[in-house]
């Protein structure tokens, strides 16, 4: 609780940016309940983001730039952000829907196909345009269609990236439909993964998404060629949320949330400090009528807040020391790009704060995630 959180100022060491700063300010200095608590973070990158596009984008692009410098853009778009000119067009609409004054910059991933073009994909990530490549296997997720159906085809192209060291992210789910949805992840490791990385060790891998301690401890033990993301809504749910008591769309999402032990051993990966392992929260926009449906939508938007439910759970394991490492260094440090140089600040409020209420788009409403536990900490206006 706030009361055990001494006055520090903590760096990290090896950095020379102040880390984390816990302030108290109260007027009264026997009164702890009137303190106010604020912790800035150097600002932080969200690697495993979907912006969708036209009035969608309009709405959550500006949500991200808020409190992130730079995301990793999915590029699972209708059509798909295949060719290196895909990415720069949407690059441009999505810095058309960034509001002035904030300094974000989108980090744009390619959709590998089996007919992928090797040189388009080196001369795009060797201009700089494109920062990752990014594998769905065909009919894994949402837009997934134009996907990967047999890895031996994509091979070459991955050997090429190999070659000039741009990073492959893995959607890690097998599609067979013999596995179980609950199996997928790890069965993905088994028959897909763990052989590619054998036949070409110096790919650059990033196990997206993981839901598993399967997959926790794979890419612990993986070297310095693979690290994991981790998405907010993983850290907070298990599989009862969606299905005990009543079945809750919002809560579903791809990879499926998994049982309890699983997210423990989500949570104790995200706080451990481990370098491999850090944020993508794959907040993935969908409208409120695509997810109550028959047949409804996998995809949580979580980006308005993800630092405040992050700064939440992080404290109440005792780790917000570890929480600029997980959101704003370990990323940057694996994808080989300096650490951002601004900072966002939170703040923990005496009241749990509201859940962010659903946002308009031109289509509909777009629920945000409600995280099921009291939030008492926010982003403090700039
Ligand atoms: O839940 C998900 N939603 N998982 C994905 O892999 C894709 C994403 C989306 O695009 O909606
Ligand atoms: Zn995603």
Redesign the pocket.
Known sequence: MLGRVPNRHIRMSGTTAPVIQMRRQSQRADDENAMTCTLTLTRPDDW???LRDGGMLDVVAPETAAHFGRALI?P?LVPPVVKGADAADYRDRILAAIPPGHDFTPLMTLYLTETTDAADLLAAAQSGLVTAVKLYPAGA??NSASGVRDIDRVVPVLEAMSEAGLPLCV?GEVTDPQVDIFDREAVFIERVLDPLRRRIPALRVVM??VTTADGIAYVRDGGDNIAATLTTHHLFINRNHILAGGIRPHYYC?PVAKRESHRLALLEAAISGVSNVFL?T?S?PHLDSLKLAECGCA?IYTAPNTLACLAQIFEEQGALDRLDGFVARHGAVFYGVPVNSGTVTLEKCDAPQPVPSPRATPDGMLTVFDPGVPIYWRVADA
Do not use: I, S, W
């Open positions: 495993h983001l979907h999915m699972n997720t949402t959607h997206e998404h791809l993508g794959d993935a995809g």
